[in-house]
């Protein structure tokens, strides 16, 4: 018995592998590099075109399947042409990770969890300031367009305008769109409960079903929300009626309570990712204060 229990823990022992420090720290350090490209492909474009390139690793696999030797060869054959245009499509935001990497502590950042959420989050006290300055604007017949941002930073378009970084008020919103003000030109960007910057410019939509009579207010409201997960609040200037565009798709003239509650669902959805955020982060100082 002896002989055999000796035996069986000479495998088990066999088949254990030697962990050395090194290997530790490789798998500590690819884990960030990895959570730090996720990142940044979820806080810019490069997760719509990760989508897409999903799309075609699956139609390239379905081809290999099916043995269509023909699309096969001409996938194999573009690859290195397709890694170069999205170093060229990307290189503005490749340019930016490698400035903020440059900038921050790496240290500190690979012990802090950060979801690109602003701290204060988006509460009901600003849907209400917004929709308050929305209507006030309808009625004074002065033109808007308040971009809200939801989970993808909207920070390559907050450097086309001036930055404030200030608390949202309903006053501040209809004194920005005033006429003849120095900041009514353009679109106001919010993150959390603060307007980070004014006089922005936006990408328009090229949607041709887009209605005739539509403004460029509106196409580039439309336009912000195809190119990120924004939502977009647009106040006519010639007939004052309040609109909201979310997802490429534009709810024209909605009340003040169907706007107040679409942008309530989105404050519920930036407040439970929070919630979970400060979880996490509450776990992790516990066992910081714990160790000590």
């Not at 592998?17 to 500590?28: F, G, H, K």
């Not at 997760?47 to 001409?74: D, P, Q, S």
């Not at 679409?262 to 776990?283: N, Y």
């Amino acid at each position: 018995m002896e002989a055999i229990a000796d035996f069986f823990s000479g495998q088990i022992i066999q088949t254990i592998p030697y962990i050395r420090v090194s290997d530790v720290l490789e798998v500590v350090i690819m884990a960030f590099l990895i959570y730090q490209l996720a990142l940044w492909i979820k806080n810019t474009k490069a997760w719509i075109l990760l989508k897409g390139i999903c799309v075609l690793l699956a139609f390239y696999a379905a081809a290999a399947l099916l043995e269509l030797n023909t699309i096969v060869y001409l996938v194999d054959r573009s690859l290195n042409v397709v890694i170069i245009g999205v170093v060229v499509i990307f290189q503005p935001e490749l340019r930016r990770a490698l400035e903020q990497l440059g900038r921050r502590n790496t240290l500190t950042g690979i012990f802090t969890l950060d979801s690109g959420l602003p701290e204060n989050g988006f509460t009901e006290k600003t849907v209400n300031e917004i929709v308050r300055a929305a209507y006030d604007l309808g009625r004074a017949k002065t033109g808007a367009l308040i971009v809200i941002e939801n989970k993808m930073s909207l920070e390559e378009y907050e450097r086309t305008g001036i930055i404030l970084d200030s608390i949202l008020t309903s006053q501040l919103l209809i004194n920005i769109f005033e006429h003849n003000t120095p900041l009514h030109d353009g679109a106001v960007i919010v993150r959390g409960n603060r307007i980070t910057s004014a006089t922005c410019y936006l990408p328009l939509s090229d949607n041709m079903e887009i209605s005739k009579d539509l403004g460029t207010r509106h196409r580039a409201g439309i336009g912000i929300s195809e190119a990120t997960d924004s939502v977009t609040v647009i106040v006519s200037e010639e007939t004052g009626y309040v609109s909201l565009a979310r997802e490429g798709q534009l709810t024209r003239n909605i009340d003040a309570e169907g706007l107040k509650a679409q942008l309530k669902t989105l404050c519920s959805e930036t407040g439970s990712e929070r919630r979970t955020l400060k979880l996490w982060k509450g776990r992790w100082k516990h066992e910081k204060t714990s160790d000590k």
